[in-house]
């Protein structure tokens, strides 16, 4: 038996302009399939978990 994996929501477009990275202040670029949100200024990944972004330094992935 194959597990299906979920489609990601996509985060609205207007949404991720506004959404900044709370370390930099710096844009955002959505990874769907990693379901994170990459601030490539800070050099961290934050999570997306069940459609929402998680926008806390300490529960980024460092790059």
Known sequence: MTETIPKQA????????ILVC??????????????E???KKAKLAYPIRDGVPIL???????L
């Open 37 to 39: 949100l990459i601030s």
């Open 22 to 35: 709370p370390k930099t202040r710096g844009p955002l670029i959505h990874d769907t399939e990693a379901r």
């Open 56 to 62: 806390l330094v300490n529960e980024a992935r460092k």
């Open 10 to 17: 996509k985060i609205d477009p207007k949404m991720l302009g």
